[in-house]
């Protein structure tokens, strides 16, 4: 760890060591949505400029680059560097002038610039000025990460996955909202009390639930519909299990605690809107993932296409959206490390703790990715499948140390395959 730490942002480093600091300028700035804070200071640590605040529009843009001029000027700055924490969805437009107009803007963690700030001194505190020294004390200590611009490709294709992703949330709030109505409507329809068993197990794959939620009948007239009409509603026709399922339905409604026919109804008719929502949201994220799928085919995501079993089209593609363009990691350690799957260290005099669980310190949806094409591949392909039982059995893992490790196989695959543009060969 030490040994990664020396050596990043090392020709950073190198520069500063053997320049005059004087007349190197520094510029911190801590952003938000209606103003921004800024310092501007030489790398001795001695400020230039007064403090000053600008606005999120282009007379204070025009403001920020006359104060860095006459700051240039000042101390015939032979180089200038800008920092400000990594960009948010107010800042981005920022950051794009800015690489525009000035070379060296590199962006500081927030991670990073909160564990700057939390310092015994500074302990409770918080303000522009102190998170502006935070984000200035560790560009001084080349604690950044320099980022490079993304191809369009990569640009779209890494919208469309977080379109998506959002997409995908709503549409579980609104299947949890539908089976709340569906408890309130029919309560107590699928318990399994005492010895009573389950009409169904998985509701979204079950004809009678769906059928229940397409046909948005109450209890009281689905006892009064004939049993053929019923089967026709459910869309039961030839289906070799229809007329038993529909005993059973009527059996259940007939030990149930039924609610009040004006309440069912109402919940009915709102149960109708949500499943008119969850239909469009259906379509539409259907259309994405076909989206998603195509511009992952024009990307170095394609070596990943019909590779191991397990990991689909979609799943590589989403994985090369969330990264970026594989060619600026310079190995598969550092994507592990961007999800935040890398191991915790706490290292203090004698004391040196390493298994205490990964960091979660980087971005949350690779990580989830991962993990979910590692539970994937667990299932469907069996060198993984025979790989994750070895851990559990033979190494004595726990199951969740068993999948984060097969996220670091695959992560490794993935890497390797794209770079070297080759065929999986296990």
Known sequence: MAKYIYKRNINFK????????????????????????VIIFNFIGELVVKPFSIDTLQNGYDELKRQIDIAQRRIKAQRTYIALETPARYTENLVYHLRKDYKWVVFVPPYEVAQNREQRRLKGLKSD????????????RGEFNMVCDEKSLYLRLRNLVYWREQKLIMRAMIKNQLHHRFEKI??????????????FTKPYLSFLHIGLLNTQLTSKEIMECDNEILLKQFNYNNHPIGPFQIKL???????MLLPEERVSKVEIESLAKDMELLRFYDVVIEKVENEIVQYGSQTLAKYLFDQIAGVSNLSASVYVGVIGDPVKYKSAGHIYSYA????KRRQSGKMNLTSIGIS?????????????????????????KDYYHKL???KRKSWKE????????????FFALMRDKAEYNK
């Open 340 to 343: 935040g799957l890398n191991p």
């Open 186 to 199: 029919y309560p107590g329809m699928n318990t399994d009390y005492g010895e009573t068993k389950k009409l």
């Open 129 to 140: 000025e102190i998170d502006c020294g935070s984000v200035a004390d560790l560009m001084l």
């Open 249 to 255: 339905l009527k059996k259940r409604i007939g030990e």
């Open 14 to 37: 190198n520069y500063v060591s053997k320049a005059d600091k004087k007349r190197i300028l520094g510029v911190a700035l801590d952003t938000s949505k209606t103003f921004h804070r």
């Open 360 to 384: 979660r310190i980087g971005n949350s949806l690779l990580r989830c990715l991962l993990f979910r094409i590692a539970s994937q591949v667990i299932l469907c392909n069996s060198f993984f």
């Open 402 to 413: 068993s999948k984060i490790i097969i996220c670091r196989k695959l992560n490794n695959i």
């Open 392 to 394: 559990r059995v033979d």
